[in-house]
Each structure stands twice: as structure tokens, then as C-alpha cells.
């Protein structure tokens, strides 16, 4: 059974920093993500990274700021967040690529609450 674990979301205040954690168990995946869904917002992207060769691909409203990286002997990718804005407030899910396109298997979430 696949399952995807987050941790590491918390309230931080504007400018603090935050990691994010995801495990996956199961089964590895090509691509791991996160995407996050802000009250009254839909889901969006905000970062990626491919297994094999650890090509990372980011939202422009966190480049520079956020940083994802892979353990691919834990099955894990984490996402290192500096520099926070109240903006970034959101649910955070991981998410699991067995291919290229869609996202096929996805994390309960973990909420991150910045202050302003």
C-alpha cells in the first residue's frame, strides 16, 4: 500500500524559515512534489524534483526561496522554506509521480501558517 507522510509544518513569523518533510512508502516514484492550497484558493504547484537525476523545477513566487531535495534511499523529498512571506500560508501536500504528467498518489497535508 503507497502512502505519503508529511511532517514539519508549523507558524513561523514572516522571514523565518521552515522544512518540510515527505516519505514515501510503497513503492518509488519517478517525480515527488509539493503543491500547497491556500483558504479559498485552489491547489497549486510549488516545487518538483525527478528521481534519477534530481532536476528541480519551481513556482516563480518561491524560486529563490525554497529548495527541494531528494533521498532516494529514504524514498523522501523535503522542501526547505527561507524567507517565508504571510503569503505562503497554506496547506502543504507531497505528492508521487509514477510518470511525467499527473501527480498519482498524494499526502493528507500539513498545514504552515506564516505571520505577518
Known amino acids: 500500500q503507497v502512502q505519503l507522510v508529511e511532517s514539519g509544518g508549523g507558524l513561523v513569523q514572516a522571514g523565518g524559515s521552515l522544512r518540510l518533510s515527505c516519505v514515501a512508502s510503497?513503492?518509488?516514484?519517478?517525480?515527488m512534489g509539493w503543491f500547497r492550497q491556500a483558504p479559498g484558493k485552489e491547489r497549486e504547484f510549488v516545487a518538483a524534483?525527478?528521481?534519477?537525476?534530481?532536476?528541480?523545477y519551481y513556482a516563480d513566487s518561491v524560486k529563490g526561496r525554497f529548495t527541494i531535495s531528494r533521498d532516494n534511499a529514504k524514498n523522501s523529498a523535503d522542501l526547505q522554506m527561507n524567507s517565508l512571506k504571510p503569503e505562503d500560508t497554506a496547506v502543504y501536500y507531497c505528492a508521487a509521480s509514477l510518470g511525467i504528467i499527473q501527480y498519482d498518489y498524494w499526502g493528507q497535508g500539513t498545514q504552515v501558517t506564516v505571520s505577518s
Open positions: 524534483i525527478t528521481g534519477i537525476r534530481g532536476i528541480a
Open positions: 510503497g513503492r518509488t516514484f519517478r517525480r
